[in-house]
């Protein structure tokens, strides 16, 4: 069983940098770094609505003019905010490629784990909640973000479906309906957010084994 993900949630913020003229290449990257990390601890404490660019600036330690010059407006901040932690989740999950297995039913139980396991991360939720408190233009852009993020999932499903259900002998008629079923079923999972991981686990593999089992029980109609 694999540990489940951690991705923290707290903010190492770097020391500003004295004003002396232009910042080098390695200053401006730890001002945008500091920005978004920032931007992200005050977005996930106060909501998109409770959070002010001058706010943002001033846990960045940085002037008003510095953040504008990066971020027209919080709508873009927001994006660029999802755009990093998205990428951040992506590259831990591909650290763990490596476990996915060679077969259709091994990738559709470590997916299934894996999702599940996500779903219970404190950031992960904490982003959810984030994004179900948007409205007007930042509510498009989180949408997108998070249909971006789903996407992702869908295409690596839809591929593996189609590749390796037909290395099994069963060529899906269309892999990503199979993938976007797959995925829905994942959403009916519920466990009691006091559960240690330790005791989620069990429920999380039972769970897990149980939508892969009628998956790949009805290959029948694949096709």
Request: with cysteine; proline share 4%; charged share 25%.
């Amino acid at each position: 069983m694999h540990s489940s993900p951690s991705v923290s949630a707290s903010i190492d913020l770097i020391p500003p940098r004295g004003r002396r003229g232009r910042p080098s290449r390695e200053q401006a990257e730890a001002i945008n770094r500091r920005v978004l990390e920032s931007a992200r601890y005050c977005f996930l404490a106060a909501g998109f609505d409770g959070t002010t660019m001058e706010a943002i600036a001033d846990h960045a330690a940085v002037t008003k003019m510095t953040l504008y010059l990066r971020y027209p407006d919080k709508v873009a901040l927001l994006r660029a905010v999802i755009e990093d932690r998205i990428q951040t989740w992506s590259d831990v999950s591909d650290q763990r490629a490596i476990s996915r297995g060679d077969t259709l039913d091994q990738r559709l139980r470590h997916y299934a784990r894996s999702l599940l396991r996500w779903s219970r991360v404190a950031e992960v939720q904490a982003f959810g909640k984030l994004i179900r408190g948007c409205w007007g233009s930042a509510q498009a852009v989180a949408d997108e973000m998070q249909t971006m993020r789903t996407e992702r999932m869908r295409n690596l499903l839809t591929q593996d479906i189609e590749t390796l259900g037909a290395a099994d002998g069963v060529s899906a008629r269309n892999p990503r309906q199979l993938a976007d079923i797959f995925l829905g079923m994942l959403t009916a999972f519920s466990v009691p957010s006091e559960l240690t991981e330790k005791e989620a686990a069990p429920l999380i593999a039972t769970f897990a084994d149980k939508i892969v089992d009628i998956l790949m029980d009805g290959r029948a109609a694949w096709t």
